[in-house]
């Protein structure tokens, strides 16, 4: 375990212990982590973490993310479609931001299952590039992302790069272990009208409050800080970014964090098949719908952040 000397949004030394929780999404244990919270920004952080290159034990391929439809069985179909529309979504946001061409250059960090790009391709002819520090999420499905630049590798392994439009980070940035200095880097690569889009986990949201311990925006140990609002205001302006726009909500449904937090609280099998678990998923996301339409006004689990170079 290695152990966190100062905030990694506003480098305070001022922090003491907040929750302590076992890992999620994983086989169950006694063994329980420790987050920090900032007493200047009010950053919530792993600390002590479980080192970068011991963190494949958490990202098997067994990992629900890694598996998203195949894991539901006969309903494959329909959360196949749920994705795409998520993706969909993302590349609608990348609209508001930036008219494409085909000289545009595109950067997803932290990529994963590159299914964003791939809607993202059928769009237009820029350069997309996915990075992400394992190619478990394409390497059995080359086919399905001919013509992307998917990369294995670091931010740091960006520097050199030729200069990118719109940089995208969907839930990368609450795993990054040195937020300030890949967010510094990427600004090599950026161009004066660039534009990062980052969503996270809101821990200033209402399933934070509602679950607790259990709150799987946590995702510990894999998650090594959690951001609010004005934190990751910080966290940009440290690292030379300057925010234009923060959204209470993100592209995925505040209802797939209650979910998984009430799935952590009754410890389930993650590796398990999640078909037996679909019906009651739908059922329980149509009962909470009617709280869930407050998200613009009120975050309920998700934010977005859209900054540009200081």
């Known amino acids: 375990m290695e152990y966190v000397t100062k905030c990694p949004a506003c480098n305070s030394a001022n922090f003491k212990a907040f929750i302590h929780t076992a890992a999620m999404m994983h086989e169950h244990s006694s063994v329980k982590y420790n987050f920090d919270r900032c007493n200047d920004c009010g950053l919530v952080f792993l600390n002590p973490r479980v080192p970068e290159s011991a963190l494949g034990a958490f990202y098997t391929s ?30 609608e946001r990348v609209k508001k931001h930036h008219r494409w061409t085909a000289q545009s250059r595109i950067l997803d960090v932290g990529c994963g299952k590159p299914t964003f790009l791939s809607c993202l391709s059928k ?33 740091a392994d960006l520097i050199g790069e030729l200069p990118v439009d719109v940089i995208t980070m969907w839930h990368y940035l609450e795993h990054d272990y040195q937020p300030q200095q890949h967010l510094r880097q990427l600004l090599a690569i950026a161009k004066p009208q660039t ?40 966290l940009m302006k440290n690292s ?52 869930y339409t407050l998200q613009k006004f009120f975050s309920m689990g998700f934010m977005t952040v859209v900054a540009k170079p200081s």
């Not at 997309?128 to 013509?147: H, M, Q």
Request: hydrophobic residues 35%; charged residues 25%.
């Open 240 to 291: 030379g970014w300057q925010v234009e726009q923060v959204l209470t909500y993100g592209t995925l449904h505040p209802y797939t964090l209650h979910w998984m937090s009430e799935m952590e609280k009754k410890h389930i099998d993650w590796a398990s098949s999640m078909e037996s678990r679909f019906i009651g998923f739908v059922a329980g996301m149509v009962l909470h719908a009617p709280l």
């Open 123 to 155: 769009e237009t002819d820029s350069h997309l590039i996915g990075l992400d520090f394992s190619d478990e999420g394409w390497r059995n499905e080359p086919k399905n992302y001919e013509g992307i630049d998917l990369r294995v590798g670091e931010v």
């Open 195 to 234: 534009r990062l889009i980052v969503e996270v986990p809101n821990f200033d949201s209402f399933t934070r409050r509602k679950f607790g311990k259990y709150w799987s925006g946590y995702h510990t140990p894999r998650h090594t800080a959690l951001y609010s609002p004005e934190n990751i205001k910080l």
């Open 62 to 91: 067994a990992y629900l993310p890694y598996r998203v439809e195949e894991a539901w069985g006969k309903y494959a179909a329909f959360v196949k479609r749920d994705q795409q529309k998520i993706d969909q979504a993302r590349v």
